[in-house]
């Protein structure tokens, strides 16, 4: 479930400015409660979007999140070309 | 009797509204003369209802549910989700009696769209709409289709419930305006991102432009994927293109702006 797991934090992320506000003040805090690798863990409390690229995270759940975030584009996208391809992830 | 009055294919790229300082000002001014011009055509024509055939992006389906097809029944909508694209956030209207029309005419051709009362409109809607009817008062029937998470509908399907929509609202008083939001070529958040795929685009148009619609309801996945994971969204244009019929469309614009990392059109199909 850690995909499906990292993905809907992801989707409250940028849903929830209460998720946001959480993650800002302590983002190890704030994905408690996920069913996380330790991988998945460090990446997105990093938001390492390359990591999670890579963690074959749909990318427009990435770009919301860099978004809110305020994250440059450029920013963004030099992250995502720097990580290898995705390994797709099971369950399509 | 009703009818489709107007009916117009349209591009979103959010940084059309929240970015266009980025790209070069005379594509800037090229998509925004022409969304000037439809709305000009849209105030003259006085609809009643606009029918908006959108995707989404994560705004109010996860991968708990995502549904192919999602007609919003509400009595209004909210949006933007994104306070980035820089668009104020509104309430329009809505007309569940058309919704409910679209709905039961579906499942009687044997589609059996998603229902929703309260749909959040995120850019794949609110940017057309800013541009297209910028006092956001006609009321809305937001049709989302999923263009975002595999396995799609397919493109023959999607025709099929614009024939079915088309038979709804002729059947209905309104007047209609139809927009399909969505497109061109483009791989947002992709490591491709900001490829344009002019070639493709350019085919599409020209398609468009002989008014050869069920060509398009033919695409298969391949095809629709040289064009980008963006480029799913012609989905939204194939249903369209089943309301009006195969007629020919005029091509306002076409500019594959790299900062928008989109080919962006505005186009008008004959009605």
């Known amino acids: 479930m850690s995909h499906y797991d990292l993905s809907r934090f992801l989707f409250k992320f940028n849903h929830d400015p209460s998720v946001r506000a959480a993650y800002a003040a302590d983002p190890i805090t704030a994905i408690e409660g996920y069913e996380l690798t330790p991988e998945e863990q460090d990446a997105l409390a990093r938001h390492d979007f390359g990591a999670l690229y890579r963690m074959d995270i749909h990318p427009l759940l990435l770009v919301y999140m860099s978004n809110n975030l305020a994250v440059p584009p450029d920013q963004y996208v030099a992250a995502i070309n720097d990580a290898p391809a995705p390994v797709p992830a099971s369950g399509g | ?271």
């Open chain 2, 1 to 271: 009797m009703g009818q489709i009055v107007g009916a117009f294919g349209v591009s979103h790229a959010p940084a059309m509204t929240g970015r266009p300082e980025a790209a070069p000002s005379d594509q800037v001014a090229s998509l925004r003369a022409a969304f000037g011009e439809l709305q000009a055509r849209i105030d003259a024509l006085h609809p009643d209802t606009l029918v908006l055939i959108a995707a989404e992006h994560w705004a109010n389906f996860f991968l708990d549910n995502y549904p192919a097809f999602c007609v919003g029944m509400g009595d209004s909508f909210d949006g933007p989700m994104e306070e980035w694209i820089r668009i104020d956030k509104v309430k329009i209207p809505g007309n569940p009696s058309l919704a409910r029309d679209i709905v039961e005419d579906a499942m009687d051709s044997g589609i059996e769209p998603a229902i929703s009362q309260s749909l959040r409109l995120d850019h794949g809607s609110m940017v057309p709409l800013h541009f297209l009817t910028p006092r956001m008062d006609v009321p809305l029937v937001p049709i989302i289709q999923n263009c975002l998470q595999p396995p799609m509908p397919r493109p023959s399907r999607c025709y099929e419930f614009g024939q079915s929509i088309g038979r709804s609202i002729a059947r209905r008083p309104e007047r209609v305006v139809m927009v399909a939001s969505g497109g061109l070529s483009h791989w947002p958040g992709h490591q491709r991102h900001g490829e344009i795929n002019t070639a493709w685009d350019d085919r599409v148009l020209r398609i468009l432009a002989d008014g050869d619609a069920e060509q398009l309801s033919r695409y298969s996945d391949a095809e629709i994927a040289e064009g980008g994971t963006g480029a799913a969204e012609l989905r939204n244009w194939i249903t369209l293109l089943g309301a009006t019929g195969p007629r020919k469309a005029e091509v306002l614009a076409y500019e594959p702006v790299t900062a928008f990392a989109t080919g962006c059109a505005v186009t008008a199909i004959a009605c």
